[in-house]
């Protein structure tokens, strides 16, 4: 349990790091939504080396770090990005 909530605490740092980057860039291009992706892998990737020193010795296979939590993690990126994005940028939907 304790691996969702620290991918949850750094996908919300990844997706603020992503959108601020986003915010410098043009939103039209892929690129800007690539480097949020890039961002997004280069903090999963991370955090599974810090999994990975605190709870090597208390999971069967190293294989279950990687993969554990991995779809929570782009979920709440990707909700996170939106979120921090729109609010960077100031769009609103008006109905």
Same mark, same amino acid.
């Given at each position: 349990m304790t691996i969702y909530w620290i991918r949850?605490? #750094?996908s919300l740092v990844a997706?603020?790091?992503?959108?601020?980057v986003a915010t410098m860039q043009n939103a039209t291009d892929l690129y800007?939504?690539? /480097?949020?992706?890039?961002?997004?892998l280069l903090v999963y990737l991370l955090s599974y080396?810090?999994?990975?020193?605190?709870?090597? /010795?208390q999971v069967e296979k190293q294989s279950k770090l990687m993969?554990?939590?991995i779809f929570m993690y782009f979920i709440a990126w990707? @909700?996170?990005?939106? #979120? @921090?994005?729109? #609010?960077?940028t100031g769009s609103a939907v008006v109905a």
């Open positions: 949850v605490a #750094l997706a603020a790091i992503s959108a601020v800007t939504f690539v /480097n949020g992706i890039t961002i997004a080396y810090v999994i990975k020193a605190k709870f090597m /010795n993969t554990q939590a990707a @909700f996170f990005f939106i #979120l @921090f994005y729109s #609010l960077l």
